[in-house]
């Protein structure tokens, strides 16, 4: 996990700032022809507000050259910087995947000659050549989409060549997307019970019976901090998520709000979740465990013995080399014992947040709590898994009434 550089008051430095061994500052940068320039101060603030001003120039002076002139990358980087509202994680999402599939090929072509041919070739090229998931595809249209609206506007081109290509492309690849099946209440408590009882994996089941107990995001859950639990009233607020993203072989953390508004929320903490944090708390205590801090704040609940915390994606090789470890061995118990084996299917993190989900539906008809407890931002989305749970307890419902001979 990288750190961020700080200067010699503990002040975070940004991307491009540095401090040279005589304390003073420097922000190195490119200019638009790939030329490097340096920028030198005495101290931090006034090194910013050169920047500030080098950046108002720069936004300034793009529209006198932009007829003809603009490149892609040039449209994408003004369409970032006039948003100004966008979450961290977000944006570093944004920058990072069309820096790594767009800004070398089809980001340095002029936008007056981006035609609706060209978008469709290159996302097509991205799905069949490169072998990207369509939501990643879609991450780009993310970007390019209003990166040409905001042009459009502008009066800098007279359409947007992005409109409508990915509904095509969605139309022909809709397939392509991965369905989330909760688990089964049987598999749920397989899992965890096999989790607990191994030597090499128990490590995990503080997380995991958070997980499953409270149905929370993968990066709510790491950002989560002990002042966020109140024992006595017995709840759990969600106010930060962590993140990440990885630039030039190193990992970039960061702590920001929740996905949405609607993710800020006070979740009621459950026995077993209860039990589990009380236990991890005086474990930390015992061994005098101290968390690693991330943009100034410490005191993160799920971390390692040296206090550092997982990234999720090392947690879902975990959920995967578990689940592989508990099917063999669940497979040759089955044939011992001359019964139908409960093997584990292929899950993830967000698997267990829609398990979590499946159960409250099983067992909540009010909508809106659901809604509520998930941190939905539409109520379209808590409808569908309700609708999806239901429809399978009608199923089951028809199952149990046939087999106790109601209808004949």
């Given at each position: 996990?990288?750190?961020?550089?700080?200067?010699?008051?503990?002040?975070?430095?940004?991307?491009?700032?540095?401090?040279?061994?005589?304390?003073?500052?420097?922000?190195?940068?490119?200019?638009?022809?790939?030329?490097?320039?340096?920028?030198?101060?005495?101290?931090?603030?006034?090194?910013?507000?050169?920047?500030?001003?080098?950046?108002?120039?720069?936004?300034?002076?793009?529209?006198?050259?932009?007829?003809?002139?603009?490149?892609?990358?040039?449209?994408?980087?003004?369409?970032?910087?006039?948003?100004?509202?966008?979450?961290?994680?977000?944006?570093?999402?944004?920058?990072?995947?069309?820096?790594?599939?767009?800004?070398?090929?089809?980001?340095?072509?002029?936008?007056?000659?981006?035609?609706?041919?060209?978008?469709?070739?290159?996302?097509?090229?991205?799905?069949?050549?490169?072998?990207?998931?369509?939501?990643?595809?879609?991450?780009?249209?993310?970007?390019?989409?209003?990166?040409?609206?905001?042009?459009?506007?502008?009066?800098?081109?007279?359409?947007?060549?992005?409109?409508?290509?990915?509904?095509?492309?969605?139309?022909?690849?809709?397939?392509?997307?991965?369905?989330?099946?909760?688990?089964?209440?049987?598999?749920?408590?397989?899992?965890?019970?096999?989790?607990?009882?191994?030597?090499?994996?128990?490590?995990?089941?503080?997380?995991?019976?958070?997980?499953?107990?409270?149905?929370?995001?993968?990066?709510?859950?790491?950002?989560?901090?002990?002042?966020?639990?109140?024992?006595?009233?017995?709840?759990?607020?969600?106010?930060?998520?962590?993140?990440?993203?990885?630039?030039?072989?190193?990992?970039?953390?960061?702590?920001?709000?929740?996905?949405?508004?609607?993710?800020?929320?006070?979740?009621?903490?459950?026995?077993?979740?209860?039990?589990?944090?009380?236990?991890?708390?005086?474990?930390?205590?015992?061994?005098?465990?101290?968390?690693?801090?991330?943009?100034?704040?410490?005191?993160?609940?799920?971390?390692?013995?040296?206090?550092?915390?997982?990234?999720?994606?090392?947690?879902?090789?975990?959920?995967?080399?578990?689940?592989?470890?508990?099917?063999?061995?669940?497979?040759?118990?089955?044939?011992?014992?001359?019964r139908a084996a409960v093997l584990l299917p292929y899950f993830t993190c967000h698997y267990i947040r829609h398990t979590f989900c499946t159960r409250l539906c099983e067992h909540e008809t009010n909508l809106k709590v659901i809604q509520s407890i998930m941190g939905h931002t539409s109520i379209k989305t808590t409808m569908d898994i309700y609708a999806e749970t239901t429809e399978k307890k009608k199923q089951e419902t028809f199952e149990t009434l046939q087999n106790n001979n109601v209808f004949f």
């Amino acid at each position: 996990m990288s750190k961020s550089r700080k200067d010699s008051k503990g002040r975070i430095l940004r991307k491009g700032e540095g401090q040279r061994k005589d304390k003073r500052y420097i922000y190195q940068y490119t200019d638009p022809n790939g030329k490097r320039h340096v920028l030198y101060a005495n101290d931090l603030l006034e090194l910013r507000a050169k920047e500030d001003e080098l950046e108002r120039e720069r936004l300034e002076g793009i529209k006198g050259y932009a007829r003809g002139k603009m490149t892609l990358n040039q449209l994408v980087e003004k369409y970032l910087a006039t948003k100004y509202d966008l979450k961290i994680s977000t944006r570093l999402r944004y920058e990072r995947t069309y820096e790594a599939y767009a800004m070398d090929n089809i980001g340095k072509r002029l936008i007056n000659d981006i035609k609706y041919s060209d978008i469709r070739f290159f996302y097509y090229t991205l799905l069949r050549e490169r072998n990207i998931k369509i939501g990643t595809v879609d991450s780009i249209h993310s970007v390019l989409h209003p990166a040409f609206q905001m042009a459009v506007r502008d009066d800098l081109i007279r359409n947007n060549p992005t409109d409508g290509v990915m509904a095509e492309v969605r139309k022909k690849h809709g397939n392509d997307a991965v369905v989330r099946h909760p688990l089964t209440i049987e598999q749920q408590r397989a899992f965890l019970s096999f989790t607990e009882k191994s030597y090499t994996w128990k490590r995990w089941m503080p997380l995991f019976t958070f997980l499953f107990g409270t149905g929370c995001r993968i990066g709510e859950a790491l950002g989560l901090r002990w002042e966020d639990l109140d024992f006595e009233n017995k709840t759990i607020t969600i106010i930060h998520s962590l993140g990440y993203v990885q630039h030039n072989g190193s990992r970039e953390v960061f702590l920001s709000s929740p996905k949405t508004e609607a993710g800020k929320r006070t979740i009621p903490m459950v026995d077993a979740v209860e039990k589990m944090l009380k236990n991890e708390r005086l474990k930390q205590q015992n061994n005098n465990i101290t968390s690693c801090t991330i943009d100034g704040f410490s005191g993160f609940v799920f971390v390692d013995k040296n206090g550092k915390i997982s990234c999720y994606q090392d947690i879902n090789k975990a959920i995967k080399r578990i689940s592989k470890a508990y099917n063999a061995y669940e497979t040759v118990r089955a044939e011992q014992e001359e019964r139908a084996a409960v093997l584990l299917p292929y899950f993830t993190c967000h698997y267990i947040r829609h398990t979590f989900c499946t159960r409250l539906c099983e067992h909540e008809t009010n909508l809106k709590v659901i809604q509520s407890i998930m941190g939905h931002t539409s109520i379209k989305t808590t409808m569908d898994i309700y609708a999806e749970t239901t429809e399978k307890k009608k199923q089951e419902t028809f199952e149990t009434l046939q087999n106790n001979n109601v209808f004949f």
